[in-house]
């Protein structure tokens, strides 16, 4: 599962390009913390328009739902798309063969429960670099009136980091190694390839540490930045030294 994300500012986009082999046309904002449940805007890199950044919502609405209510309940059970069943499930599979997007983040948000209690935590990679979160998306008019995107991010089975943090579950977003980007994108990927890619992430550069318990609270938190800042808790420092006897 996958439900809060960031992604924060000042980026370095040049090196991102470099990195990637992909074009910016400008850098969002910082967003501390994005939760899925609020349907907020995120900028997207989409098969169809490379090197432009598309705002987009979260929450994927198929092209086939009907009208705005089915649309309304679609997205409240699509905010993830399991990587395992991507091209099965009737909501995803037209998105994922012909409308994959990447989901540029700084980090991402999971819970670990101790003692019956769950804490965030914030994982990114060591550098602070930005990194991308595998995505599909597909364009609506049932929402606003006007045409616009939605997405969904794909997740796949935790690595041993994740398994740890997200205890219960045991997923993770599908975190793309450094230079599979354009593999994700390409119009000529196959199905077989693609479904290759949704694997637990491989890299040992992701770390993660406790955040706000307040991440959660009505009408958010009073410094958007407190969102990704270490904290420290008694019960979490107890279960690791229980962990160790």
């Not at 209510?69 to 409240?76: G, K, P, T």
């Not at 989901?103 to 550098?127: A, C, L, N, Q, W």
């Not at 993770?172 to 593999?183: A, F, K, S």
């Not at 890299?203 to 009073?222: F, H, I, M, Q």
């Amino acid at each position: 599962m996958c439900f809060n994300i960031s992604l924060l500012s000042p980026i370095n986009w040049e090196l991102l390009a470099e990195d990637t082999g992909i074009g910016y046309d400008r850098a969002p904002g910082p967003i501390f913390h994005s939760n899925a449940f609020s349907n907020p805007l995120h900028p997207l890199l989409c098969m169809d328009r490379k090197g432009v950044h598309i705002l987009s919502r979260w929450g994927l609405v198929p092209r086939w739902a009907k009208d705005r209510a089915q649309a309304l309940s679609m997205r409240r059970s699509c905010y993830n798309a399991r990587g395992e069943t991507l091209f099965s499930k009737p909501a995803f599979r037209s998105a994922a063969r012909d409308s994959r997007c990447l989901v540029p983040v700084t980090g991402f948000f999971e819970f670990r429960e101790v003692s019956g209690r769950k804490f965030p935590y914030h994982i990114r990679m060591r550098d602070g670099r930005t990194f991308h979160l595998a995505g599909i998306c597909e364009d609506t008019n049932l929402l606003s009136g006007g045409i616009e995107r939605t997405f969904s991010i794909v997740t796949t089975e935790a690595n041993e980091l994740m398994s740890f943090v997200h205890n219960t579950s045991k997923r993770m977003p599908l975190v793309l190694p450094r230079g599979t980007e354009n593999d994700w994108l390409g119009a000529d990927s196959v199905q077989e390839t693609l479904q290759e890619m949704v694997l637990p992430y491989p890299g040992d550069d992701l770390e993660a540490y406790p955040v706000t318990t307040d991440l959660s609270r009505r009408g958010g938190l009073k410094d958007p930045s407190d969102a990704v800042k270490r904290v420290n808790y008694r019960e979490l420092e107890q279960a690791r030294l229980d962990d160790a006897y």
